[in-house]
Every structure is written in structure tokens, then in C-alpha cells.
């Protein structure tokens, strides 16, 4: 299981962002540089599509693998009150083989992703991870060093937090508290809800850069 | 044992606790037992078999326990199954309790992951666990060396449909390098077990490991690859005793 929100900001802030996230996590920012494979069920392939993840990081040295399946929302009154969504998710290292695996299991690939970018991870109520990255497509097949922008000159803004059926509303308060330090930047929501940029960005990020967050947003 | 045997398996099990152990993967040959045609594997000739471990001075130290199961795709139109693999198979090692092999035999595929993946592939709902089947036994330790000896079971009833042996070797990774001491222990092993005219014999048909990608340097995923080839050729002779008797 894990809390999601997501947001969206202009690169030309990302620099300060990155200063406010700096102050506010406390920890160095790590790169990042995943390939993202998602892949989907042939036609005859299982009674209901099935959908996976493969993640490759391509920042080690020695490219590591991932899957993940990301599960359905949590539903209800109780989920649609709340500003997170909670969902249900399972991932697991994996060997280099993994995307060979999959296609010979009758998995095939539905879009490919780059995302580049920096990540934080901390704790702060939670572990919580928030990753700042632009999401690049490839011209061609795992082409990674041929990728564009899907939205140039915007970035993706993702945080989240590992979740159990038992802890998920603390986390999910440690993850909209965090956010709210955010909001001059940008505004973060859950995936699907589109939000746009906020218009306080250019003067919070002016502020920032100007001594390096200093100044209380 | 014969003098000269003696002198060999002196030297092959000598224990030196100073010596600096690999501090990488030991290597392992997993056989499987073979009955003589007309014979059929049972739980006297386990009995045997641990027996005579310990007559070469095994000591006994404690279970082990080894899980393989068949996946079958859930598929819509069953006219449809051979565009999928013939066997997928899923392993889980006693020496891996985090860790969740997959391997394809016909495709020559193996994965290493960790057990979460199990998790993944129920909820993905694209292949079902079909039929499980546990190894499990008593280890020994004998000098440099351990071994597993182990029956055969389906997971849900006490049929016993094999019997399998791990000969371990500590000191060494390299699969090259191993290969004369591990005959030489396997020719004193023999020589041991053939005393007890039992009706049948241990083999090891070692798996083209670069077929999977594997290299000499030897790893848990060599492992799975050997448990996925003992099992067909356990099942392979299971079903020629059965066509036998037919």
C-alpha cells in the first residue's frame, strides 16, 4: 500500500524547489534516472488485463530492476474526504532478466517512460519520498538516450509514503502536512485531479533563490 | 572403502576450521535418485540413503526444506495454450528465505527476485500456482562439504515421488575449478551407497548453465536451474515406471 500525491511545476523553479525541499527534508538529494516499462496482458492473457511496472534504474552503475503493480484506489466516503490516495502496491528487485521473463509469460508492452530528475528521501512522520523529475518518452524501442519530453518545460512533482491497512491515516497526515510547506510552489493532489501551476510560484521562488531559503515562504 | 579410496576421502573432508572460508556462493550438484527398472523409489531406500551419510561421519544438523511449483496461465480460449510457456516454474531456497526464483525451461530463462513477486503474480491474476512440490529432509555437514538429503512430496499429501541429494561445497564458487573434487567425493559417495545393493543409484545431469546466462562463478539462480531440470527428469521417470507397468 502506499499515500500519493502529485503535482505538477514550471522548470524554470525546479531550482527552487529543490532549495526548499533541501531545508525542509534535511538530506541531500539523490539523481534519478528511471526507465519505465510498463507493460499490459495479451488479448488471450488472463480473464481480467493485467497491468505491471518494470523499472530499470539506470543511475547505478549497474543498471537494477524493479517490479511493481500498482493496484486499485482505496474506495469509500472515507477515501474520497481525504486529499491522498491510498492505494495498493507491491514491488520487488528483480534480475536483469525480468523484461525477458514477462514477454515470454505473454506480456506486452503498453508505453515505455524515461523520468529524470532528483529524488529526497526522509522521515518525517512517515518515510516519505518526493521525486521532481521530467517524464521523457523514446522516439524508439528502450531507446533511453534518444528520449524528449512529453511536456517540456514542466516537471512532475511525486510524493509518496509506504502504507499499511493498519497506519494509513497517519500517513496519510504526514504526507498532506509535508504538502502544505509545498503550496507556494506548487499545489499537490491526487493523481488523476488535475491542478495546473500556482500562481504564487514565480514570487515563492524568486524568494528562495534570492537567500537560499532563508526567508519563511 | 578401499585403502587408497580411504587416504582420498581423508583428504577431501578434512575439516581445518582456520581455513578462511569462500565468502561467496558455495557451489552444489543436486542428484536425483534413479530406480532400477522395476523398481520403484520408497521411503526404505531414504532411510538408506541417510544412513549411509552418516556412516561417512555426517553429522546431522538440521532440516532443510525446498518449495517448486508449476504456474499455469489463466487463458481465455484454452485452444490458445501453446503461445504460452510449456513450464514456468517458481522456487523458493531454504538458503534464500527473502528470494523467489522464476524459471522458464524451454525459454532458458531464470530470474532472481524477492519474494514479493509471489504477491505481484496473484494479484496480476495472468498465472495460477497449479501443482507444488516440497523437497525437504536433513542436512550434514561433512568437513568442507554439506550435504541435503531429501524427499519428494506434493505440497498437500505424504506420496513420496522422489528423492534428491545436494553436494555442497564449501570452499569454492568457481563450477570449473570444483569439478574434480566434486567427481572424487562422488566416487566415494558411490562406493559407500553401493554396499547397500539398494535398487537404483543417484545421478546429476548438469544443466547447460550458459544457456541461462549463467556463468561459471556459481549463484542460487544455478540452483534453481538444477531443481527445475531434476524435477522433469524426476517426473520423467516416475511416468516411465508408470508406462511400464501400463
Known sequence: MECVVQGIIETQYVEALEIL???????????????????????????????????CDLEQSEPTW?????????????????????RS??????????????????????????????????????????????????????ATDEAVPVTPGIQLVEVTAPATSENYNEVVAAVSSFCEYL?????????????????????????????GGGTTL | ????????????????PYRKKSTTMPLKRVFFWQPNAGSTVNSQILNEVSQCVESINGVKEGRWKATLTFYKP????????AEFPREFIGISLPEQPNK??????????????????????????????????????????????QLRVGKVVPSHSENLRGIVMEVEYLPISSLEKSKQIMEEF????????????????????EPDFSDYGLADHYTSQHTAVQYTHVTSQLIASVQAVQTGRN
Open chain 1, 21 to 55: 525541499l533541501q531545508g525542509l527534508c534535511g538530506v541531500n538529494k539523490e539523481r534519478l534516472r528511471v526507465h519505465e516499462i510498463c507493460l499490459k496482458s495479451g488479448p488471450n492473457l488472463g480473464f481480467v488485463v493485467s497491468e505491471v511496472r518494470l523499472l
Open chain 1, 66 to 86: 524493479t517490479v511493481k503493480h500498482v493496484g486499485g484506489a482505496m474506495r469509500g466516503a472515507g477515501a474520497e474526504q481525504i486529499s491522498v490516495l491510498v
Open chain 1, 89 to 142: 502496491m507491491v514491488e520487488s528487485k528483480a534480475s536483469k532478466n525480468v523484461l525477458r521473463l514477462f514477454y515470454a509469460l505473454g506480456y506486452k508492452l503498453d508505453h515505455e517512460l524515461l523520468r529524470v530528475g532528483i529524488t529526497f528521501h526522509f522521515q518525517r512522520g512517515a518515510p516519505i519520498t518526493v521525486t521532481v523529475s521530467s517524464v521523457n518518452k523514446m522516439l524508439k524501442l528502450h
Open chain 1, 183 to 211: 503550496a507556494p510552489l506548487l499545489h499537490l493532489s491526487k493523481p488523476g485531479v488535475s491542478t495546473g501551476v500556482v500562481p504564487t510560484a514565480a514570487a515563492a521562488a524568486a524568494s528562495l533563490m534570492s537567500d
Open chain 2, 1 to 16: 572403502m578401499s585403502v587408497v579410496y580411504c587416504h582420498i576421502f581423508r583428504r577431501l573432508i578434512s575439516y581445518n
Open chain 2, 74 to 81: 489463466m487463458l481465455r480460449d484454452q485452444a490458445l495454450s
Open chain 2, 100 to 145: 523467489y526464483y522464476f524459471v522458464l525451461r524451454f525459454n532458458k530463462i531464470v530470474l532472481e527476485s524477492d519474494s514479493s513477486i509471489q504477491l505481484i503474480m496473484e494479484k496480476l491474476q495472468s498465472y495460477k500456482s497449479r501443482v507444488a512440490l516440497n523437497f525437504e529432509g536433513f542436512q550434514y555437514q561433512l568437513g568442507d562439504f
Open chain 2, 186 to 205: 562422488f566416487d566415494i559417495w558411490q562406493d559407500a551407497i553401493s554396499k547397500r545393493s539398494l535398487p537404483g543409484r543417484f545421478i546429476h545431469i
